[in-house]
């Protein structure tokens, strides 16, 4: 019997191999598979002009010195860059404010709820028919004009099409209110685990509430802010949707809101399979450091 | 933070919560206003948009949506049906598979369990865009350009999905219950199907709205693999709608066909939303 139960116990643990099957296919399939391919292509010259196609031939790392000689790749990263920080730093300061008054029991805040409902609604839209919204609310004849030519703040419709800074700003726009929701939850949920005790001992010592945010809350909850940058932060570089939509896959005016996957895009879509393999190694190699910082931080907090 | 009494420092407390409601009633604007434009501009008709903006809704939403949406150049209603199947199948897939993977990496021991475990957090955060290129090869190579099945399938390997099933497992899913099944009699993977994913339903579900609405509102691998009008999803036929020579069409059809694509998921949004922004505070890519 014993011995009978011990051989069991062995031929269940190979179960979780069986359970595994379904993931390791798809994956090596669909994203180890092409993740090869991808880099391999990164290597040869491979694209069409017109209707000849040239390639595939081996050319080393030719596609990587092109793509940092030109000096797309550099102002294409300062857009994006440029884009999520203008998004970003009011995300965060909003998040915060936001975050310790809900989780502020001295506030005593009623309707939290409802609050909470409404600045998440915005991350759950789809981001394509949001920036289309926007562009057909901010058009020249449309109704963004129209109220603010009513108010008198302008005597003539303002083309924010075509200013650098309006596109710039209206895609910051949108991301901030489509993700505020998002991390103001997130931090939400770290201000709550923060030990009580500790405020009331600030309290007790004639801390103000300004103090307790700045010397206590900060402070502590720095790995989560930690968290919510770098993840926001590769969310940034993969920032598509928006300005795509907004300006018809042209990063226009004078592409200065071309962002790193708009220009990858267009490569997939003009089929210079070389370039945008480069690109993609690239943004792998990226977007790989900073998956790491965050796998590092993920797996010191699970301790 | 904390009780604050009348004699400390700064702000007394019913200041504080007069500036609170204030803020959060100016960001609560911020985030709704825009859709309260875009269901009045939906209910107006071509004229009444050309006289400029008012906050009182008109009766031409039907109309808008009859020749701008159902009979429009557009195949609206076809979008929707594709958009609803696609992230039907890989909600159900990805939840389903999901927590099978972390049911396998929770319960059982084996050799390769710490690495895969490892492996499956290290690559969590690796966005689908840079194999994009790989991929789309792949597609090209089996056929299946035009085809729902590359958007459907690689659901069933998703990091983050089993990252919470992996979380969840552990608050709720006592070992002993296994073993008392296995006492029982039942196989490994009737235990699964019948007893854990009973057991996972609250966690199945957030994760189930999450995947489909991220699904839901795909555009970047979508637009590169499906061409044909008629299998194309709503986040394509709306980026369509901006490609498109924009002056040329009636505004009144074009605010009716955002709506069309937008409220389903605000009304849903509405009814569950006490799920979802509970549910929100682990793993996720943000923007």
């Not at chain 1, 014993?2 to 116990?9: L, N, P, S, Y």
């Not at chain 1, 010397?215 to 919510?228: D, E, S």
């Not at chain 2, 840079?130 to 090209?140: D, E, I, P, R, S």
């Given at each position: 019997?014993?011995?009978?139960?011990?051989?069991?116990?062995?031929?269940?643990?190979?179960?979780?191999?069986?359970?595994?099957?379904?993931?390791?296919?798809?994956?090596?399939?669909?994203?180890?598979?092409?993740?090869?391919?991808?880099?391999?292509?990164?290597?040869?010259?491979?694209?069409?002009?017109g209707l000849t196609q040239v390639g595939p031939n081996f050319i080393g790392l030719k596609n990587y010195m092109t793509l940092f000689t030109n000096g797309d790749l550099l102002s294409y990263t300062r857009n994006t860059m440029i884009m999520w920080i203008l998004g970003f730093v009011p995300q965060i300061l909003v998040s915060l404010l936001l975050g310790a008054w809900f989780s502020d029991p001295s506030l005593r805040l009623k309707f939290q709820r409802f609050f909470k409902t409404v600045i998440y609604l915005p991350n759950l839209i789809m981001a394509s028919a949001f920036s289309m919204?926007?562009?057909?609310?901010?058009?020249?004849?449309?109704?963004?004009?129209?109220?603010?030519?009513?108010?008198?703040?302008?005597?003539?419709?303002?083309?924010?099409?075509?200013?650098?800074?309006?596109?710039?700003?209206?895609?910051?726009?949108?991301?901030?209110?489509?993700?505020?929701?998002?991390?103001?939850?997130?931090?939400?949920?770290?201000?709550?685990?923060?030990?009580?005790?500790?405020?009331?001992?600030?309290?007790?010592?004639?801390?103000?509430?300004?103090?307790?945010?700045?010397?206590?809350?900060?402070?502590?909850?720095?790995?989560?802010?930690?968290?919510?940058?770098?993840?926001?932060?590769?969310?940034?570089?993969?920032m598509f949707d928006v300005p795509q939509i907004l300006t018809n896959g042209t990063g226009?005016?004078?592409?200065?809101?071309?962002?790193?996957?708009?220009?990858?895009?267009?490569?997939?879509?003009s089929k210079n399979f070389g370039l945008g393999g480069a690109l993609s190694v690239l943004l792998f190699i990226i977007t790989g450091i900073f998956s790491l910082i965050v796998f590092k931080l993920n797996t010191s907090t699970e301790k | 933070m904390n009780t604050e009494n009348k004699t400390s420092k700064g702000l007394p407390i019913g200041v504080r919560r007069a500036i609170a409601y204030i803020v959060l009633a100016i960001v609560s604007i911020l985030c709704i206003i825009w859709f309260y434009i875009?269901?009045?501009?939906?209910?107006?008709?071509?004229?009444?948009?050309?006289?400029?903006?008012?906050?009182?809704?008109?009766?031409?939403?039907?109309?808008?949506?009859?020749?701008?949406?159902?009979?429009?150049?557009?195949?609206?209603?076809?979008?929707?049906?594709?958009?609803?199947f696609v992230a039907g199948c890989s909600a159900a897939l990805c939840t389903?598979?999901?927590?099978?993977?972390?049911?396998?990496?929770?319960?059982?021991?084996?050799?390769?369990?710490?690495f895969m475990s490892t492996f499956i957090l290290a690559v969590?955060?690796?966005?689908?865009?840079?194999?994009?290129?790989?991929?789309?090869?792949?597609?090209?190579?089996?056929k299946l350009e035009d085809n729902f099945i590359p958007l459907i399938i690689p659901a069933i390997a998703a990091p983050v999905t089993y990252f919470y099933m992996k979380q969840y497992m552990e608050s709720t899913l006592p070992l002993s219950l296994i073993e008392a099944a296995r006492i029982d009699g039942s196989g490994e993977f009737r235990t699964f199907n019948s007893i854990v994913l009973p057991l996972m339903k609250p966690a199945i579900a957030v994760q189930a709205?999450?995947?489909?609405?991220s699904s839901w509102n795909n555009y970047f691998t979508p637009a590169l693999i499906l061409h044909k009008d008629l299998m194309k999803t709503l986040p394509i036929l709306i980026a369509q709608l901006r490609s498109a020579d924009f002056l040329k069409f009636n505004m009144g059809h074009v605010y009716a066909a955002i709506a069309f694509s937008i409220f389903p998921v605000i009304v849903v949004y509405l009814i569950l939303s006490k799920y979802i922004v509970g549910g929100t505070t682990l793993g996720g890519v943000k923007g």
């Open positions: 019997m014993e011995k009978a139960k011990r051989g069991k116990v062995v031929s269940y643990n190979k179960w979780g191999y069986f359970f595994l099957i379904p993931f390791v296919v798809v994956y090596a399939i669909f994203q180890l598979i092409p993740l090869v391919s991808t880099i391999y292509n990164s290597f040869f010259e491979n694209y069409r002009s919204l926007f562009f057909t609310l901010f058009a020249d004849s449309g109704p963004i004009n129209s109220i603010l030519i009513s108010l008198g703040i302008f005597s003539a419709p303002y083309k924010f099409m075509s200013h650098v800074w309006s596109v710039r700003g209206l895609v910051a726009l949108m991301n901030f209110i489509m993700w505020f929701g998002n991390t103001t939850i997130l931090l939400m949920a770290g201000m709550m685990g923060i030990d009580p005790s500790l405020y009331e001992a600030a309290q007790v010592d004639g801390a103000t509430a300004t103090q307790i945010f700045y010397r206590i809350t900060l402070p502590l909850l720095r790995p989560i802010l930690l968290y919510v940058m770098i993840t926001s932060l590769i969310g940034g570089l993969q226009d005016p004078v592409r200065s809101s071309m962002t790193l996957i708009m220009y990858l895009n267009k490569h997939l879509f | 875009l269901f009045i501009n939906a209910t107006r008709s071509k004229g009444e948009l050309t006289r400029g903006f008012t906050p009182i809704p008109s009766t031409h939403l039907l109309e808008n949506l009859r020749d701008g949406v159902f009979h429009g150049t557009q195949p609206f209603v076809r979008g929707m049906l594709n958009s609803l389903y598979f999901s927590t099978m993977t972390a049911y396998a990496i929770h319960v059982y021991d084996f050799k390769l369990k710490k969590m955060m690796i966005p689908t865009q840079v194999t994009a290129l790989g991929f789309l090869q792949l597609v090209g190579r089996m709205i999450f995947t489909f609405v």
